[in-house]
C-alpha cells in the first residue's frame, strides 16, 4: 500500500471516503492503493491516481513525507505517505467514493483507518 495526500493551490488536502462494500467502507482516507508486483510505491500512486481519480502527476512531484505502520488483526500494514501539489486534471472520483478537500486543521474531523490517523499530525506540520 501507499498513499498521497494531494494538496491544492489553497492548502487543502483532499480526502476519499471508501464506498459501501469495501473494507472499512464510511471512512475517510489518503488517496492510493495497493502496490503491484515490481512497481515501485510511486509508480502505483500514479496509476492509482489515474484510476481512482482521473489525474496524471510525475515521479518528480510525489515527495516522501511519512510512514504508518499499524498492526491490523489479519496483517502489518507499512504504508508510505507521500505529498503532491503538482498533477494536471480535476480530481474526480471514478470508483464510487465521496471525495473533500479538506483544511489541515479539519482532518480530525473526518473518521479514518487506524493506519492513515497518526498521519494528520505530520501534515498538520507541514501545511
Same mark, same amino acid.
Given at each position: 500500500?501507499?498513499? #498521497? %495526500?494531494?494538496? *491544492? =493551490? ?12 469495501? +473494507? ?5 482516507? @489518503?488517496?492510493?492503493?495497493? $502496490?503491484?508486483?515490481?512497481? +515501485? ?13 482521473? $489525474?496524471? +502527476?510525475?515521479?518528480?512531484? &510525489?515527495?516522501?513525507?511519512?510512514? =504508518?505502520?499499524?498492526?491490523? *488483526?489479519? @496483517? ?6 507521500? #505529498? ?6 480535476? %480530481? +474526480? ?11 489541515? =486543521?479539519?482532518?480530525?474531523? @473526518?473518521?479514518?483507518?487506524?493506519? *492513515?490517523?497518526? &498521519? $494528520? ?7
Amino acid at each position: 500500500m501507499a498513499a #498521497v %495526500a494531494l494538496v *491544492d =493551490a489553497d492548502g487543502r488536502v483532499l480526502l476519499a471516503r471508501r464506498p459501501p462494500g469495501k +473494507t472499512m467502507a464510511g471512512l475517510w482516507e @489518503f488517496p492510493g492503493g495497493k $502496490i503491484g508486483q515490481g512497481e +515501485t510505491p510511486e509508480q502505483a500512486l500514479i496509476r492509482e491516481l489515474r484510476e481512482e481519480l482521473g $489525474i496524471d +502527476t510525475e515521479q518528480s512531484c &510525489l515527495a516522501p513525507l511519512a510512514f =504508518a505502520s499499524h498492526g491490523y *488483526d489479519d @496483517f502489518h500494514l507499512l504504508m508510505p505517505l507521500y #505529498v503532491c501539489r503538482v498533477w494536471s486534471g480535476m %480530481a +474526480t472520483p471514478r470508483e464510487g467514493q465521496e471525495l473533500r478537500w479538506v483544511r489541515p =486543521a479539519r482532518l480530525r474531523d @473526518f473518521p479514518m483507518p487506524p493506519a *492513515d490517523a497518526p &498521519l $494528520i499530525p505530520v501534515l498538520r506540520d507541514l501545511l
